[in-house]
């Protein structure tokens, strides 16, 4: 059963602690995303990774970082420094980052700081 | 700067009636342009993407127009059923590979 999967679906943090995102996929896919949802906005870029052991910022980095040691895996760190943290964050991923390849999104994990 | 925006913000339809959604993008050099279904709580799922030379594409009941010389798209629903309750999402690639997403339009169907 090929997907891309995200986990936790929920997660709760307390201000200054750091925390981990999950996401895998097995779709051989060499490109990997990172989004985040904020209510009646849409989708900003994080971080992106074409392949394994490379990744860029995208235009929302500060306060998050990313690896890519497995093409299958790319987990996000929200770390302390992201000031607004609480948000919807999707995970992608597509074929080699040419014009027409479609993005296929996880389900999501929503994040909430107490 | 590379902007898209998606018209109405809201909408509230009637099980069966039909619906148009909207969707303007200043990207340049453009490459494509894609609709996708946002339901609550979900990831984004692709309905059909549209390229400089297509002027219309159906999915079903689904069908998207491009304007490349207006820089205009929109989404057609036909008899719209309950399931179409979502988030629609207008995607705009440029030819350097970046994607730049629209705020999306949040469509209600009451029975």
């Known amino acids: 059963d090929g997907g891309i999967t995200q986990s936790p679906k929920y997660l709760f943090r307390k201000e200054g602690q750091n925390v981990t995102l999950s996401c895998e996929q097995n779709?051989?896919?060499?490109?990997m995303y990172w989004y985040r949802q904020d209510p009646g906005q849409g989708l900003r870029l994080i971080y992106y990774?074409?392949?394994?052991?490379?990744?860029q910022k995208g235009d929302i980095a500060e306060g998050y970082s990313v690896s890519r040691e497995k093409k299958e895996s790319f987990p996000l760190t929200v770390t302390s420094a992201q000031k607004n943290p609480t948000a919807f964050y999707l995970c992608?991923?597509?074929?080699?980052?040419?014009?027409?390849?479609?993005?296929?999104f996880g389900p999501g994990t929503r994040l909430t700081v107490l | 700067k590379n902007q898209v925006e998606q018209s109405p913000q809201s909408l509230i339809i009637l099980e069966g009636k039909n619906c148009t959604l909207q969707?303007?993008?200043?990207?340049?050099?453009?490459?494509?342009l894609r609709w996708y279904k946002q339901d609550t709580g979900r990831g984004p799922v692709s309905l059909t993407i549209?390229?400089?030379?297509?002027n219309t594409k159906s999915n079903g009941r689904y069908t998207a127009t491009l304007d490349a010389d207006t820089k205009q798209s929109s989404l057609h629903i036909t008899a719209s059923q309950l399931s179409d309750s979502a988030s629609y999402i207008c995607?705009?690639?440029?030819?350097?590979?970046?994607?730049?997403f629209g705020d999306g339009t949040t469509l209600t169907v009451k029975p």
């Open positions: 992608a991923s597509s074929l080699p980052v040419t014009t027409y390849n479609e993005q296929f």
């Open positions: 779709l051989n896919h060499d490109a």
């Open positions: 990774s074409q392949i394994v052991n490379d990744f």
């Open positions: 969707c303007n993008y200043t990207v340049s050099p453009f490459s494509n």
């Open positions: 549209m390229t400089f030379s297509e």
């Open positions: 995607v705009v690639r440029s030819n350097a590979g970046k994607s730049t």
